[in-house]
């Protein structure tokens, strides 16, 4: 245990704050033996610390979650099923899983953050989420001390969302993820316009795991900032979603409006096109700006506090509802 640390370096924004109690875990049974220790008392769990916008200092003792370890743990002709600890880095795995020829997660490469936070927010990024490829993940509930296995049906995934995130907010603690990895026929997915339009105009042929790791990580290097260089959380908001009726009246408004179909009755607008026709993409505010090649992502310029952050975001917030009548959400968890 830590005592009054900085956890300037456990979160991807950069942001200095003091926590009074940092534990670091790296087992079950550190996990179990820490949750018996602060019984009662209410627990932030931590993982990689790159969702997250900490805008004042921590009392409450955080825990910042170490298991390490990838596995396979069973394997048939065309699947292997992958346990991995909850404090691996993601990035690390998704490599892991290339160098293996194991599909599934390729679209998802070079995503901040740790295993443990992946299933939390169902990562996802290029055409996959984390759900595509989800088995179950384990942990303990924080009251109880109590195991248990998530299957995929318990775990309510949606867009940037599980049970994670809703009403087991801070009640659970995952320490494991197992997922399932394609070892043949692996059915490359290359739906999402820029990675699609970057196959054709490159002609790759029959793009391999590889080829689409390596054209995603490309994408991501030109449109996001790397946050150990420039403090950033990726998307601060999500895109919004909205129905027929709300986009049939914006486009009549504005022509050129970004969105996609989300189903049969829903639409995802670009919140990135929303906060760029607000006028806010490359602005800076103190040691705060809206990244210039990404308007959805904003970036902390040396020395900024969380509350500074913030309080640029609820500006853009204010801005997007003034003039497209749009209440963004937030995608970052604001502490
Ligand atoms: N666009 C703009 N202005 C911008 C950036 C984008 O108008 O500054 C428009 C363009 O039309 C562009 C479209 O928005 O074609 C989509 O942009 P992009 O492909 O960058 O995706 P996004 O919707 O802005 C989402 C995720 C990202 C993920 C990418 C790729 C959310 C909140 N964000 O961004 O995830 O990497 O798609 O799949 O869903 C994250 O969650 O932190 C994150 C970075």
């Given amino acids: 245990m830590k005592k009054n640390i900085s956890l300037k370096s456990y979160n991807s924004f ?38 997250i916008l900490f805008t004042n200092n921590v009392q409450t003792p955080v825990i910042n ?8 743990i069973s394997e048939n002709n065309n699947h292997v099923s992958v346990s991995i600890g909850a404090g691996e880095i993601w990035d690390d795995f998704v490599k892991w899983a290339i160098s293996k020829n194991l599909g599934g997660v390729e679209n998802l490469i070079s995503i901040p953050g740790y295993v443990g936070g992946a299933p939390i927010q169902n990562i996802g990024a290029y055409g996959v989420e984390i759900k595509n490829v989800f088995l179950s993940c384990s942990g303990y509930f924080i009251d109880t001390l109590e195991k248990k296995e998530f299957k995929i049906n318990d ?20 320490t494991e993820v197992v997922l399932q990895l394609s070892k043949n026929n692996h059915k490359i997915n290359k739906s999402y316009k ?52 709300t986009l049939t009246k914006l486009k009549e408004r504005f022509k050129e ?25 490359n602005i800076k505010e103190k040691n705060v700006s809206v990244y210039k090649n990404q308007a959805l992502v ?34 970052v968890n604001i502490i």
Avoid at 259 to 278: D, G, M
Wanted: overall charge positive.
């Fill in 14 to 51: 950069g942001v200095d704050v003091i926590s009074k109690e940092l534990y670091e875990v790296y087992s079950e049974d550190e996990v179990l033996k820490t949750l018996n220790s602060l019984k009662d008392r209410k627990v932030f769990i931590l993982g990689g610390g790159s969702n």
């Fill in 65 to 72: 979650v170490k298991i390490k370890g990838i596995k396979i």
């Fill in 155 to 174: 775990c309510q995934f949606s867009y940037r969302s599980s049970i994670f995130k809703k009403s087991l907010k801070n009640k659970f603690i995952i």
């Fill in 194 to 245: 820029s990675l699609n339009d970057v196959i054709k105009s490159k002609k790759v042929k029959d793009p391999t795991i590889k080829d689409i790791a390596e054209i995603v990580s490309n994408i991501r290097k030109d449109k996001l900032p790397d946050p150990s260089i420039i403090g950033n959380s990726g998307s601060f908001f999500k895109n919004p979603i909205v129905s027929q009726d």
């Fill in 257 to 281: 409006l970004v969105f996609y179909k989300e189903n049969e009755v829903k639409y995802k607008l670009s919140a990135a096109w929303l906060i760029e026709n607000c006028g806010f993409k």
């Fill in 298 to 331: 904003i970036t902390n310029l040396g020395n900024a506090t969380g509350k500074e952050i913030y309080s640029f975001s609820q500006k853009i917030k204010s801005k997007v509802l003034e003039k497209f009548d749009i209440l963004l959400e937030e995608e």
